[in-house]
């Protein structure tokens, strides 16, 4: 914790950072049906959805995670999930240390059989500072060739911006030159995305959808009327290549929905939320192997 900053971490909920307060607003979302302001589950976590199934057996606590891409269900170079026993919902180990001006949490997954990884996230905080750096890394622990991406998750709580649209509440991400756009999934509402100069702005609480930016050049960030709120950014390789048709950031909206949705494993949305995500390179991991991606957070005004 910082003047500025206080974070929380759940490990035994998939490794997650679950809270990220900045003077004293709650800028992750949290589904409220498991878990109240405090952090307390509402009902037994004995009694949360199985992840057994589809996404209508997730139990998706919220925060963020590091999940591996591409996701599908067609085979095993695809992750399955969510729900997922392990990477996203399993039970990781956690360290940390403290000196006069940095706190450093390191979080690490157990051995995935499915994807053969073990994940590990360490997150650096500095007093004073409303930045954090975090650094993921995948290891290859299984004795076959693996081929992932590392996948940072955020889900930020939109309900806000979505009540008060003339707030000026939007997601932005940022392009130098004019934007390639990828429609990664439209499933209910629209998605009338806008332009400020190369720039893609993207309003809230229109519909759930999921959009892919190969050509972000910038922090992918939400914003109020009084600037960024929340920005994650890496530094992108200068070569390979990326999933979902090459996108380096990607930005899944939602707001709740009356039904189920079918096409995707009866998820119902119940919420106002977006997932700022940002994605590395697919590595050729070898047993044994390990690939890094950097990940820059940034908390408040510009």
Request: with cysteine.
């Amino acid at each position: 914790m910082t003047d500025e900053l206080a974070l929380a971490f759940a490990p035994t909920c998939g490794g997650r950072l679950l809270s990220l307060v900045h003077d004293g607003r709650e800028l992750l979302w949290r589904d409220p049906a498991l878990l109240d302001g405090a952090l307390r589950p509402v009902v037994p976590v004995s009694t949360w959805p199985t992840g057994d199934g589809g996404m209508s057996t997730w139990a998706n606590v919220g925060g963020s995670k590091t999940w591996p891409a591409p996701q599908g269900w067609s085979g095993p170079d695809e992750w399955a999930g969510p729900p997922d026993p392990v990477l996203d919902s399993g039970t990781w180990s956690a360290s940390w240390t403290v000196d006069e001006s940095v706190v450093v949490v390191t979080l690490t997954s157990p051995d995935d059989p499915r994807s053969g990884l073990r994940v590990t996230r360490r997150f650096t905080v500095r007093d004073g500072s409303t930045r954090l750096d975090q650094h993921v890394t995948f290891e290859n622990v299984s004795s076959t060739t693996r081929r992932w991406a590392i996948w940072e998750v955020c889900q930020a709580d939109t309900a806000a911006g979505a009540a008060s649209p003339s707030a000026g509440s939007s997601v932005v991400v940022p392009h130098d030159r004019a934007a390639d756009e990828l429609d990664l999934g439209t499933y209910e509402g629209e998605l009338p995305s806008g332009r400020r100069g190369h720039d893609v702005v993207l309003p809230l609480g229109t519909g759930v959808a999921k959009r892919g930016y190969p050509g972000a050049s910038g922090p992918v960030a939400l914003h109020d009327e009084g600037g960024p709120v929340l920005a994650l950014s890496t530094t992108p390789a200068t070569t390979g290549t990326w999933p979902d048709g090459g996108a380096k950031v990607e930005v899944w909206l939602q707001r709740p929905t009356a039904e189920p949705i079918a096409s995707l494993e009866g998820l119902h949305p119940s919420a106002h939320l977006v997932e700022l995500e940002v994605l590395g390179p697919l590595e050729t991991l070898q047993p044994g192997d390990a690939s890094t991606l950097e990940i820059e957070w940034r908390v408040g005004p510009a």
